[in-house]
């Protein structure tokens, strides 16, 4: 199984549409830190329409108590995303139990995960140069399913 995380997401509509995507593919959702709303907030409930109980939810107050949960359940390796990383999403090999860890919509992931991460902070291009990030539920949906695309041989 892979995993999806976002750490400190803000907005409701992402994080419900995230949800969603994690309900169709089958992949566990780790929300990490302090959100920007709360889980039965009604915007977040309608992005994520009638899929809720088909998704595998965990709650993390903090970043090492993700990072201990995942490794309990045999996460093996976590990739973060940002525009600033310098490696093409597209040039990794995903693997079962790989974990995609993305920031929240304002700020992205703090610097010292970006530091942390170092060869394994992933970018999504944007050749256009003509915004500086894409939203956070289509950067999820477009990272996870190049890695359900390899892990599966689609």
């Known amino acids: 199984m892979l995993h999806v995380a976002l750490c400190e997401p803000e907005i409701p509509p992402n994080t419900g549409n995230i ?3 994690c309900a169709a593919t089958g992949v566990a959702l780790h929300l990490i830190g302090r959100l920007g709303f709360r889980l039965d907030d009604r915007s ?7 899929f ?10 903090s970043y090492p108590d993700f990072e201990k949960s995942l490794t ?3 996460g093996d390796r976590i990739f973060a995303f940002s525009a600033k990383g310098k490696t093409n999403y597209t040039q990794v ?4 139990n790989d974990c995609l860890l993305f920031g929240g919509e304002s ?3 703090p610097a010292e995960l970006i530091t ?11 050749p256009a140069g003509k915004v500086r990030s894409l939203n956070l539920a289509t950067a999820t949906g477009i990272v996870l ?6 892990l599966h041989r689609w």
């Open 107 to 109: 700020a992205g992931l």
């Open 72 to 74: 309990e359940a045999g």
């Open 19 to 21: 949800a969603r995507l």
């Open 116 to 126: 942390r991460f170092g060869d394994r902070v992933l970018t999504i291009p944007m």
């Open 44 to 50: 977040l409930r309608r992005a994520g329409c009638d």
């Open 145 to 150: 399913y190049e890695a359900l695309r390899q």
């Open 93 to 96: 090999s995903f693997k079962e």
């Open 52 to 61: 809720w109980d088909a998704v595998e939810i965990h709650r993390h107050a």
